[in-house]
């Protein structure tokens, strides 16, 4: 069976770090495993294999590469190789400036940059601004532009404010990359159609009518072509399918079309690599000095934010990444907005295209394992060599191929994700507002309209504040939305003023900020009412009581409090006079109640919003029946997170062993099959009656017995698992097993496991790799959760490890 981790473990063991990254050495003793043996002083001892010269000094650093790292220099290599071409076509630079752009930025950024997996080129987010550039100032011009700007980022990175890039809305981001995604799928559509696009996406926009009235089907067709190879590709199925996509779907399609045009004689406008010999570089800066500095901030700008955030989002995916089991250092971005402006001076003194991270090819370097960032330098390495030996391949792509590609970039740009992530966030106007103007305007006039669409907003709702009243069963109910400020006191005093002065009143509070204008209006209304005869009580989102003591307040009145601890009192809504007198001990009625008065409102736009859309559970969670077990309090999970299966001693009966109850199986199929879940987890607990019963009780072959002997039936193969000498003990953190029924506990859900694998559904999908099993257990005495990590592990031995509380988890919407 498998190896169990905690979720984040300290991966440091067995690895040798360097300035180039992480790179795993194989595992043995070494000096400070063989230092932990020694006393205080004992001589040094020296792992085997360490050589050292006899003066007693190490040697020098060997620059070293990973296996890894070579194979996923190749991979990333052969997605740039097109990409590269393809924005150097849509800019209009010469198509030799993205092949210096690409091997520039694998080798310097890559060298000198903070984010060891990051790969760094020619991007998409870049092109319409450069486009821009050469048609205003030429190409000569644009190139010495890229130097200033790379000038700037190695001015910034020294000020070390690379940080605050970060603090731009994400709907400005997204809007952004979104308006510069429509930009340059209007152009690229022109050339797809075998014409020459406008010089804005306005122009392109209304000159599409009669593009397409002069079709080119060449062009057309070699177009199509293109991106019905690159759409169905990745979706290729089975085991060619897992063939095929060993080579990006970017080169295959650029293959596959250049070797229709070439077979077929098709009279197409193809690459044309001039010689380096003519190949331009930069020259003095000719033009208006504010409209230069305004192309120097706008590279900058761009260039940066981009490549911060593309950062930010390979330090999530390889944290997330199971294999290769190394770690990689999180991102230096002061270090890495450095490594940008090193490249752009070198690129932009070279005669190439702007450079900045690239989430692709990132991506893409993250997914191949790479373990270091001699991965992107190699790449770059590749780029220059292709630039030098393979022109004569290279001049056998036909435009349209390249501009198919770079369009479908650009659609891609327009994320379905991010527009449901800037709706939920209610920021839509903000990213409707910068998709426009960057479309109709550009990019850096687009990012300020943005920046000021977003700023008169945030002022909007700090001083938009919703007060209203209202009777409930004879109770003064004032709800105060949104944040209290001096602005809203004299419209608060005025809804304070129509509540009768011997009423009880409840005033909820749903915002983040009162200042003391506010505190003092209600203060004084307080005092007064009180004064008066009434009562006056402050809730907050909670439900709990503002005016309460911090301990009173803590010590119940908890989402997961059990019912028979709530000694703080009951609001005075929680149930109507009828209600009480009727049902006096009636928990279920005051619970409900509770969850109306304050969990429905903070929970009613989310659930309509699963109400709309369905459910869509990443997990099934199967776990035990047992009322301590509450499965959103111990996962922190919510409303559609888990579709979860309970019974009693979370068992998942064997395939044709159901005996007429398939209710654990019809759950299985559906969650698999039609929910589509990623994961399926098994949970046991301490202390669970259903193993205790197994240990205690008879074993009914025979069908004979209760209801629950004929259920636990489906429990005996653990049973048997846990006193067969052919299964080691399973082990919780290290030690073994407080008694047998821990010990049941603990095998029982490593068997289920067992028991899933055999499932026809189950075992589909885990062949298709889209499917992981998890086994976990949850001590309740304990409050603490193990887990049992690598479920489809073959290793024997079972063990179940601490899960560690670690940092709180900071989700960036930008990534």
């Known amino acids: 069976m498998s190896a169990c981790f905690p979720p984040r473990t300290n991966r440091q063991d067995h690895e040798e770090s360097d300035d180039c990254g992480t790179v795993p050495t194989p595992a043995g003793p070494t000096s400070a495993d063989a230092s932990r043996f020694q006393g205080p002083h004992s001589p040094p001892t020296r792992a085997p294999g360490d050589r050292r010269h006899r003066?007693?000094?190490?040697?020098?650093?060997?620059?070293?590469?990973?296996?890894?790292?070579?194979?996923?220099?190749?991979?990333?290599?052969?997605?740039?190789?097109?990409?590269?071409?393809?924005?150097?076509?849509?800019?209009?630079?010469?198509?030799?400036?993205?092949?210096?752009?690409?091997?520039?930025?694998?080798?310097?950024?890559?060298?000198?940059?903070?984010?060891?997996?990051?790969?760094?080129?020619?991007?998409?987010?870049?092109?319409?601004?450069t486009a821009d550039l050469i048609q205003r100032y030429g190409w000569r011009t644009t190139c010495a532009i890229t130097v200033l700007a790379g000038l700037t980022q190695l001015a910034l990175s020294a000020m070390r404010v690379a940080?605050?890039?970060?603090?731009?809305?994400?709907?400005?981001?997204?809007?952004?990359?979104?308006?510069?995604?429509?930009?340059?799928?209007?152009?690229?559509?022109?050339?797809?159609?075998?014409?020459?696009?406008?010089?804005?996406a306005l122009d392109n926009?209304?000159?599409?009518?009669?593009?397409?009235?002069?079709?080119?089907?060449?062009?057309?067709?070699?177009?199509?072509?293109?991106?019905?190879?690159?759409?169905?590709?990745?979706?290729?199925?089975?085991?060619?399918?897992?063939?095929a996509r060993k080579i990006p779907a970017a080169l295959a399609s650029v293959v596959v079309a250049t070797a229709l045009a070439t077979l077929t004689g098709l009279s197409l406008p193809r690459v044309?690599?001039?010689?380096?010999?003519?190949?331009?570089?930069?020259?003095?800066?000719?033009?208006?000095?504010?409209?230069?500095?305004?192309?120097?901030?706008?590279?900058?700008?761009?260039?940066?934010?981009?490549?911060?955030?593309?950062?930010v989002a390979v330090d999530k995916l390889a944290a997330a990444r199971k294999e290769p089991d190394v770690r990689i250092p999180r991102a230096d971005l002061d270090r890495e907005l450095r490594g940008q402006g090193a490249a752009n001076v070198v690129s932009g003194a070279l005669g190439g295209l702007p450079i900045t991270?690239?989430?692709?090819?990132?991506?893409?370097?993250?997914?191949?394992?790479?373990?270091?960032?001699?991965?992107?330098?190699?790449?770059?390495?590749?780029?220059?060599?292709?630039?030098?030996?393979?022109?004569?391949?290279?001049?056998?792509?036909?435009?349209?191929?390249?501009?198919?590609?770079?369009?479908?970039?650009?659609?891609?740009?327009?994320?379905?994700?991010h527009l449901r992530s800037v709706k939920r966030n209610r920021e839509t106007l903000v990213y409707a507002a910068t998709i426009t103007a960057v479309v109709l305007t550009g990019v850096l006039e687009g990012v300020a309209i943005g920046v000021a669409t977003a700023v008169a907003i945030a002022l909007h709702r700090l001083t938009r504040t919703r007060i209203t009243v209202e009777e409930r069963e004879g109770i003064q109910?004032?709800?105060?939305?949104?944040?209290?400020?001096?602005?809203?006191?004299?419209?608060?005093?005025?809804?304070?003023?129509?509540?009768?002065?011997?009423?009880?009143?409840?005033?909820?509070?749903?915002?983040?900020?009162?200042?003391?204008?506010?505190?003092?209006?209600?203060?004084?209304?307080?005092?007064?009412?009180?004064?008066?005869?009434?009562?006056?009580?402050?809730?907050?989102h909670s439900g709990g009581r503002i005016a309460e003591p911090a301990?009173?307040?803590?010590?119940?009145?908890?989402?997961?409090?059990?019912?028979?601890?709530?000694?703080?009192?009951?609001?005075?809504?929680?149930?109507?006079?009828?209600?009480?007198?009727?049902?006096?001990?009636?928990?279920?009625?005051?619970?409900?109640?509770?969850?109306?008065?304050?969990?429905?409102?903070?929970?009613?736009?989310?659930?309509?919003?699963?109400?709309?859309?369905?459910?869509?559970?990443?997990?099934?969670?199967?776990?035990?029946?047992?009322?301590?077990?509450?499965?959103?309090?111990?996962?922190a999970s919510g409303?559609?997170?888990?579709?979860?299966?309970?019974?009693?001693?979370?068992?998942?009966?064997?395939?044709?062993?159901?005996?007429?109850?398939?209710?654990?199986?019809?759950?299985?199929?559906?969650?698999?099959?039609?929910?589509?879940?990623?994961?399926?987890?098994?949970?046991?607990?301490?202390?669970?009656?259903?193993?205790?019963a197994l240990l205690n009780g008879p074993q009914d072959e025979d069908g004979a017995g209760t209801p629950l002997r004929r259920w636990l039936r489906h429990g005996h193969p653990s049973l048997e698992r846990m006193r067969s000498r052919h299964h080691s003990w399973a082990r919780i953190s290290g030690r073994l097993p407080a008694d047998a029924v821990e010990q049941l506990c603990l095998t029982n859900v490593v068997q289920q496991l067992e028991h899933l694998r055999a499932n026809e559904a189950v075992a589909r999908r885990l062949d298709e790799g889209t499917l992981q099993l998890h086994g976990m257990y949850f001590h309740v005495g304990e409050a603490q959760a193990y887990l049992l990590a690598g479920g489809e592990s073959d290793r024997r031995d079972e063990v179940f490890d601490r899960v560690t509380p670690g940092p709180p988890a900071l989700e960036d919407v930008r990534a």
């Open 55 to 129: 003066s007693g000094r190490a040697p020098g650093p060997r620059f070293r590469v990973a296996g890894a790292d070579l194979s996923a220099s190749i991979s990333v290599f052969l997605i740039a190789l097109p990409l590269s071409l393809g924005i150097a076509l849509a800019t209009g630079a010469p198509l030799q400036a993205g092949l210096v752009a690409a091997a520039v930025g694998g080798v310097v950024a890559g060298l000198f940059g903070g984010a060891p997996l990051q790969v760094s080129g020619p991007a998409a987010g870049l092109t319409v601004v």
């Open 163 to 200: 940080r605050s890039a970060l603090a731009v809305s994400p709907a400005i981001v997204h809007g952004m990359l979104a308006g510069i995604g429509i930009t340059i799928a209007l152009a690229q559509l022109h050339i797809v159609l075998g014409g020459t696009p406008q010089s804005s």
């Open 205 to 243: 926009a209304t000159g599409l009518p009669a593009q397409l009235a002069q079709l080119r089907p060449a062009a057309l067709s070699v177009s199509v072509l293109t991106l019905a190879v690159l759409l169905t590709w990745p979706r290729i199925p089975g085991r060619t399918g897992r063939v």
């Open 272 to 311: 044309d690599l001039p010689s380096w010999r003519t190949h331009a570089l930069p020259g003095l800066p000719e033009g208006p000095v504010l409209g230069l500095l305004a192309a120097v901030l706008t590279i900058t700008l761009v260039g940066s934010v981009e490549s911060l955030l593309s950062a």
């Open 357 to 417: 991270g690239v989430a692709v090819r990132s991506t893409a370097n993250v997914a191949a394992g790479a373990v270091s960032r001699h991965s992107a330098m190699l790449h770059g390495l590749w780029i220059a060599v292709a630039a030098l030996l393979l022109v004569p391949l290279l001049d056998l792509i036909p435009l349209a191929a390249l501009a198919a590609l770079v369009m479908a970039i650009g659609v891609q740009m327009v994320n379905i994700t």
């Open 477 to 540: 109910w004032v709800r105060v939305r949104g944040q209290l400020t001096f602005l809203a006191v004299p419209r608060l005093s005025r809804i304070l003023g129509q509540v009768p002065h011997d009423a009880d009143a409840v005033v909820e509070l749903n915002g983040s900020f009162m200042d003391h204008a506010a505190y003092e209006a209600l203060h004084d209304w307080q005092t007064a009412h009180e004064a008066q005869g009434g009562k006056v009580a402050f809730t907050g």
């Open 551 to 635: 301990s009173e307040s803590h010590a119940c009145c908890r989402p997961w409090t059990p019912w028979r601890n709530h000694h703080c009192g009951e609001h005075p809504s929680a149930a109507s006079p009828e209600q009480q007198q009727a049902h006096p001990k009636h928990q279920l009625a005051s619970g409900l109640s509770s969850f109306q008065r304050n969990t429905a409102p903070l929970v009613r736009d989310e659930l309509a919003r699963l109400a709309r859309e369905g459910q869509r559970p990443s997990q099934l969670f199967l776990t035990c029946a047992d009322s301590r077990l509450v499965t959103s309090m111990i996962t």
């Open 639 to 692: 409303p559609g997170d888990l579709f979860t299966v309970r019974n009693v001693g979370n068992l998942v009966p064997r395939p044709g062993e159901e005996s007429g109850d398939d209710s654990v199986a019809a759950a299985i199929e559906y969650a698999v099959d039609v929910l589509r879940v990623d994961s399926i987890t098994v949970c046991g607990h301490s202390g669970c009656g259903a193993m205790q």
